[in-house]
């Protein structure tokens, strides 16, 4: 019996991992456009700074181009320092993902799929949203400074407001 318990060990791995990945496959993300102007930038950051004190919310918001690199930064005064950074994160993995970091939130929460986790750069709470434009991603928008809903909702804002 000892002799066969490799050769079956194999053979039990090679069923269990060998079966070809059933996920769903996800939507072509928006192809990359011109970045994002400094005047659209502040535009959207107006948005999400509208949206914010709106609410009451004390909030960060960072914007970037397609390749993830700062174009502009507004940080509300009393918003928690450690805004600063996370809107910066999410802006930045929202564009180079071509995604809403809701997307990565939404894959560990529903899915338990622990596998974002490693992906260097991923943001997965919500806060980070594409900027798209006639169809093509021109950079993204992080907010931070309440809940992830809290936090959706400036990044979308910020976001709509420009087209």
Excluded: H
């Excluded at 700062?70 to 564009?95: G, H, K, P």
């Excluded at 995604?99 to 799929?113: C, I, L």
């Excluded at 997965?124 to 809903?149: F, H, M, N, R, Y």
């Amino acid at each position: 019996m000892r002799n066969f318990s490799l050769p079956l060990s194999m053979l039990v791995a090679l069923c269990l991992f060998g079966q070809p990945a059933t996920a769903q496959t996800p939507a072509a993300p928006p192809p990359f456009g011109m970045p994002i102007s400094v005047e659209q930038a502040r535009a959207a950051a107006d948005a999400a700074v509208a949206e914010a004190k709106k609410n009451n919310w004390y909030y960060a918001v960072a914007i970037v181009e397609p390749s993830g690199a700062l174009v502009y930064f507004e940080r509300m005064d009393n918003a928690q320092y450690a805004s600063t950074q996370i809107a910066q994160d999410r802006a930045r993995a929202s564009a180079v993902f071509r995604r809403p970091t809701k997307s990565f939130a939404d894959r560990v929460a529903q899915q338990n799929d622990l596998s974002v986790l490693s992906l260097a750069g991923s943001s997965w709470s919500e806060g980070g949203v594409p900027i798209v434009v006639d169809g093509k991603l021109i950079g993204a928008i992080g907010a931070s400074g309440g809940t992830q809903p809290q936090d959706g909702q400036v990044a979308k804002a910020g976001a709509d407001a420009v087209k």
